[in-house]
């Protein structure tokens, strides 16, 4: 399986850049050094997680899948994290590259096949089957279906692990941060009044400020890749 950054374009992944190194970055900026800082390693890289899995709903990592062909098999299990299907390339390796039709399993053409190779995406909606890949017809034996696929980029379960974000789309994660602290804070004043209604208020409109820097930076991303032009395949 190779991976894909988050724009869609095939590159190789972040060049080691780890979840330490950016969280160092967000704890320079949330001004939170020395011995006793407000937000433990462990709190940060929980702020992290969130702000990976908030990134990979808008824009999620691509990745391949190839799998094997078996004679008479029409239905074909996907990696568990899979979101969306993009292609499907069978046989592979020809000259020009062939890709199947996409049709939704329940359609007429879909159950009467024929001359025509289509597939379907069957998602995964809870925790009793994987998703899978459904075929209208029987491959042959010893060829490979190649999927393109979408899927979440991974957490960092340690400061020490890389990231599968793009490097510059790093400060969409960093701006997440930023606003996942300052609302911790909002809630603990909130839940334990110390300062009274001007300090609730400030680290309210501290919060908000990052939220809406974060939603900023994150939508210029959106809309840029929006006006990003497409390959449109015919056949």
Request: proline share 5%; hydrophobic share 45%.
């Amino acid at each position: 399986m190779s991976d894909h950054t988050g724009t869609g374009t095939r590159a190789a992944l972040p060049s080691g850049v780890t979840a330490a190194a950016l969280l160092a970055d967000c704890r320079a900026a949330l001004a939170d050094a020395g011995d006793a800082p407000t937000w433990s390693d462990a709190e940060l890289l929980s702020f992290l997680n969130e702000a990976i899995r908030e990134y990979s709903q808008h824009l999620p990592r691509v990745a391949e899948t190839r799998l094997a062909a078996v004679a008479g098999a029409r239905r074909y299990a996907l990696p568990a994290d899979t979101r969306a299907l993009l292609s499907v390339e069978y046989p592979e390796g020809r000259d020009p590259t062939v890709y199947l039709t996409r049709l939704a399993h329940k359609s007429r053409r879909f159950a009467e096949g024929g001359l025509l190779s289509a597939y379907d995406f069957l998602p995964r909606h809870d925790l009793t089957a994987a998703p899978s890949l459904l075929l209208s017809f029987d491959p042959a034996a010893g060829e490979t279906l190649v999927v393109r696929h979408t899927r979440p980029h991974a957490s960092a379960t340690t400061a020490d692990d890389d990231l599968t974000v793009p490097a510059d789309h790093h400060h969409v994660l960093l701006g997440y941060v930023l606003f996942a602290a300052t609302r911790q804070l909002q809630a603990a004043e909130q839940a334990a009044p110390t300062g009274g209604s001007l300090l609730m208020a400030q680290l309210a409109a501290n919060a908000r400020r990052h939220e809406l820097a974060y939603l900023n930076a994150l939508n210029r991303i959106l809309t840029q890749r929006q006006g990003e032009s497409h390959v449109v395949a015919w056949g």
